[in-house]
């Protein structure tokens, strides 16, 4: 019998996931190249959501960026603005009201839990659990109410100016701050027997996605996810800014406790565990709260002294950097942002070769990104 020495040829099969897909968290494209259920390479084509924020800046007065800047990350659109507010202020000299710097933390936190709040549901969504989506989204829900009560918006604030914020707490507004952070402290003890012990839970993300410390140095990433490969650094603690130096709280890092250090399980558990010092923050800053105003003395019409300052805070998904120019006029020449979300989709291609499809979508979503931040 004659053998048939015709071999079998084959080839890599290209699936777009999004830019319309559940699992990209927003606009993301990622052209994914995959060996049946193995995936062999990862693209990911952004600018979905580019709209010209930076050239917008340099036509706006100082002041006028402020509602620019919140629409980056519109998960956290506090820490958007106070970064900015911090770059202009460096550069014009202003002195903070320490009450306003007190409202500015508390603000800073509530909307870090916010955000992993946000993260915490829809990363289980990812893997296939509903129920601690709503969980989440009620205790969100109180954090968004309060904000609305003292900016008059749910999610892009233009509450913290430059000089300080634009409208003080009241009292009663400081005790619900007080009751939503014990509620949430009570919640995560629950959030934490619902998912983080979760055996499935825990199958799903433990040894997927790993991230070796040497290659979140390599690729610059930051936050939780570089936190997440064991590295204890954070700006808060490291180079503080505001009043951060005067808390005292802990940076939770990584430890391949249900895996693999750097792995998906420990990119979750350092934002769950982010959550209590965030807690634990808040509840030093209502200790600790002055009297007083909250705007310090700033010109009606801003013209900022010629220079440039590069600036940098620890927000939600890592460090977002600020590069300010000014001409000494009343309008930004320049205004570059340097985005911790840009830089961690540029990881999908180092962390997807070699995954299941389904494990990639473990792995975007671990990274936690907000594409309006990417694209600007």
């Known amino acids: 019998m004659e053998q048939n020495e015709e ?46 924020m930076e050239k917008h800046c340099e036509n706006l007065d100082y002041r006028g960026v402020i509602p620019f800047v919140d629409r980056m990350d519109y998960l956290a659109a506090m820490s958007m603005e106070w970064g900015y507010c911090l770059a202009v202020e460096k550069m014009l000299g202003t002195e903070i009201p320490r009450r306003a710097e007190y409202i500015r933390v508390i603000n800073a936190e509530l909307q870090r839990i916010a955000s992993h709040l946000m993260f915490f549901g829809t990363y289980a969504i990812d893997l296939g659990a509903f129920s601690p989506f709503l969980y989440a989204f009620q205790e969100r829900e109180a954090i968004l109410r309060l904000f609305e009560e003292l900016s008059g918006a749910r999610l892009l604030y233009n509450y913290i100016w430059i000089g300080g914020v634009w409208n003080d707490y009241s009292d009663s507004q400081l005790k619900e701050v007080e009751r939503i952070i014990n509620s949430i402290e009570s919640e995560l003890e629950k959030y934490n027997t619902l998912v983080s012990q979760n055996e499935i839970f825990i199958g799903r993300t433990a040894n997927v996605g790993v991230l070796k410390k040497e290659d979140a140095f390599q690729y610059g990433a930051t936050g939780p996810v570089l936190r997440g490969s064991g590295v204890k650094w954070d700006l808060r603690k490291d180079r503080p800014y505001g009043i951060y130096g005067e808390f005292d709280f802990d ?59 590069f600036l940098r805070t620890e927000c939600p998904r890592g460090e977002l950097g600020y590069h300010l120019v000014s001409d000494g006029g009343k309008i930004p020449y320049r205004l570059k942002v340097k985005s911790s979300c840009f830089t961690h989709v540029g990881l999908l291609p180092h962390l997807a070769p070699g995954q299941m499809v389904a494990d990639f979508v473990a792995t975007i979503g671990s990274i936690d990104i907000v594409l309006g931040e990417v694209d600007r």
């Open 7 to 52: 071999t079998l040829k084959s080839d890599l099969l290209t699936v777009n996931m999004g830019p319309q897909h559940p699992a990209t968290h927003g606009v993301l494209r990622v052209e994914i190249k995959t060996d049946s259920e193995i995936v062999a390479d990862a693209i990911p084509h952004i600018g979905y959501l580019h709209r010209c």
């Open 251 to 309: 940076i939770p890092v990584g430890s391949g406790e249900k895996g693999t250090l750097g792995d998906c399980y420990d990119r979750y558990i350092v934002r769950m565990r982010e959550m209590n010092e965030s807690i634990k923050i808040i509840r030093q800053c209502l200790d600790g709260i002055e009297e007083g105003p909250v705007q310090g003395k700033v010109p009606k019409v801003l013209k900022v002294p010629k220079g440039e300052v």
